[in-house]
């Protein structure tokens, strides 16, 4: 059975979902919503890309061609990382994760293609393999303050509670790839079935109390811990430094790497001229693509995304706000009404 299959029989209401079709919730919502911060929740991250480097090259090859520092990394460890092109343009954003073989870059769906194209043009002499995971490793999200101890009570006391620490796990007939992504109030992983299809350990979860959540909740908690998500929030046209995650993603110390000089520029003069920052609506109504901010008749920015906050009361957002104008407490002007520049996280 397909795994769309298995989710609508578990309840799933299907929509549309950005460029493809998502599991939006089942049921309710604003429950799954609630449940994210109080209990343990179980999505569907399938769709997410995943590409997974081979090659006794593979450090070397991806420390020259990110921000962050790969070289050094231990099995068992990752790091955030933008991808540039020469001129300094983010072509992606992304987790890597360094395993006793392989290297693993995540993102968001359908980067694949972009990313692969991008990184096979460099390789010279590099004994390097690229190998897209995204249709065979299907992830699945387990969310809340109770999540670890789901997992716990699943795969033993090797679940990993550090951010982007992880671990393979081999229990009772199981094999799983298991991913802190994010750790305090709201923290979340991530894993990945290596043996059993993707139902059977969503069913494991399920029974040992997890509930089932859609990409509705999941969006709402995404933009109030302030991730930014490449298509969305993050584009080619942006330069590494106005997505404002310069102490995770962005190494100050390390050797050359594509776009350097551009970084580089950037610090020496000292700022951008946007940058990414958290948005808070005077209404509940939410924006149906992305739309312009304004001071005083001036455009001051432009919202990228935006998802109603059952927690806020109001509606939430993301968006670039020029230098001007991104104080916390700044207060701008949109379609909808007022909105007021917020500090990220908006809500923990």
Known sequence: MQFTAFLRQEGAVFGPWRQNNAALHFGDWHSEYAALST??????????TQIEVLGADRAAFLHRMCTNRVLGLGPGSGCEAFLLDAKGHVLAFARIFVTDSSLVLETAPGQSAPILSHLDKYVVRDRVEFHDRTQSWHPLRVAGPRAQDVLARLFGNRVPDRPLEHVRVEVGGLDAWVVCLSAGARPFWQVVSLSEPTGRLWS?????????CGS???????????????????????LAQEVGRCDTAISTSKGCYLGQEVVARIDSR???NRRLAGLIFSTDQVPVQAMDVYADGVTAGRITSAAFSPGLGVTVGLGYVRRDYWQPGQRLECSLGQVEVARLPLRE
């Open 270 to 272: 000292g700022h951008v």
């Open 216 to 238: 509705l909740a999941a969006e709402a908690v995404r933009i109030e811990r302030g991730e930014p998500e490449y298509g969305l929030d993050i584009t080619v046209e942006n």
């Open 39 to 48: 209990a343990a929740c179980v999505l569907d991250a399938g769709q997410r």
């Open 204 to 212: 494991a979860i399920r029974q040992l109390g997890a509930r089932p």
